[in-house]
């Protein structure tokens, strides 16, 4: 099992930053893919952003390219969303996750956290 707490959510303004974390604990956790994803009211969940378990390869959705960056800091067994120049349809719950794959699809991912709102006003 592994267990996945997330912080650093809240409410900014529009062109503002944040930045979340997620921390892990009960396995290792450089030995798994992480992953953050986000839900909208009325809206499917979303990919958002993956890091590979050694922090070599990232990929994100298009729509958040050049704004949000993955990261993880394996010594600390934290993953982190640095999220700058925010948009108001960045408001979501973001959710960090864990997977053995390398995957943007939420199915493949087995752990997850509770969930951190993000509120982004006009």
């Known amino acids: 099992q592994v267990q996945l707490v997330e912080s650093g959510g809240g409410l900014v303004q529009a062109g503002g930053s944040l930045r979340l974390s997620c921390a892990a604990s009960?396995?290792?956790?450089?030995?798994?893919?992480m992953g953050w994803f986000r839900q909208a009211p009325g809206k499917e969940r979303e990919f958002v952003a993956v890091?590979?378990?050694?922090?070599?390869?990232?990929s994100y959705v298009d729509s958040v390219k050049g704004r949000f960056t993955i990261s993880r800091d394996n010594a600390k067994n934290t993953l982190y969303l640095q999220m700058n120049r925010l948009k108001p349809e960045d408001t979501a719950v973001y959710y960090c996750?864990?997977?053995?794959?390398?995957?943007?699809?939420?199915?493949?991912?087995?752990?997850w956290g509770q969930g951190t709102q993000v509120t982004v006003s006009s």
């Open positions: 009960g396995r290792t956790f450089n030995n798994y893919h």
């Open positions: 996750a864990a997977s053995i794959n390398y995957s943007s699809d939420y199915p493949k991912y087995a752990y």
């Open positions: 890091i590979s378990w050694g922090g070599g390869r990232t």
